[in-house]
């Protein structure tokens, strides 16, 4: 992605409690461990500078939020601007979502998994490297709660239709469900800077969400 330079963290604003890297998250990753209540647990891989953090964890108050960001001085500067916004709601971690998933999060205990406009490596022989592969999505499928849902945005056609077709094949996930896209109403009413980097430029954006089925009846 092209990175324009952040903007300078104020010296005297105390972030340390939004920003966690691997080394201090607890064995299992729970609202409870990480929050110290029950509310229901969102997860956002990739969360760029952090914009559906902050507003998603400002509109729910009553959810809690990670944002992981495997580039360090992102991380840290959406942390930044969630302890601007007092957000008691929602932490990043910097690092990999991908293992953050694979080893730290317990079965059937996520509300949402939100990926965003993630990386598209476009070469076909480095699609393993997408945040949107088979191993990372049934993942998903196993941490998510029964009902809990997948979010997929990108403004790459091409992963779009490849990931819509890897879920079919080799998930149970049910969908995809239409997102219709909502005028924009100030200039940061977007989903994330990459969606509104897009729409800008009048470019399409595919959106779809799935969701983990619900347990069928006994007999
Ligand atoms: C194209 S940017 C999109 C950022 C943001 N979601 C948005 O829409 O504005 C993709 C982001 O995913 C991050 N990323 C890539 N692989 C990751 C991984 N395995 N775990 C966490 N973040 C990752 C990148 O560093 C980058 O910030």
Known sequence: MGRRALKRIDKNLDYAWHL????QLPEQCTSQTLFGNDAPLEFEIG???????????????????????ISFSYARHSAARLAQCERTNARMLAGCG???LREYVPDDSLEAVHVYFP???????????????EAF???AVRTLRPGGRV?????????????LELIAEKTPLEGP??????????????????ERRTRL???????????????????
């Open 20 to 23: 966690l890297e691997f080394e």
């Open 47 to 69: 969360s760029g500078k952090g914009l559906f953090m902050r507003s998603a964890s400002g509109a729910r108050p009553e959810h809690n939020f990670l944002g992981v960001e």
């Open 98 to 100: 991908q293992r953050l």
């Open 119 to 133: 990386d598209p490596w476009w070469k076909k022989r480095h699609h393993k490297r997408r945040v949107l592969n």
């Open 137 to 139: 999505l049934l993942q």
């Open 151 to 163: 979010h997929f945005w990108t403004d790459v056609q091409e992963y779009y239709d490849a990931t």
């Open 177 to 194: 469900f239409d997102v219709p896209p909502t005028p924009a109403e100030h200039d940061l009413d977007y989903r994330t800077h990459f």
């Open 201 to 219: 430029a009048d470019k399409p954006v595919y959106r779809a969400e799935f969701a983990k089925p619900e347990p069928t009846g006994r007999g």
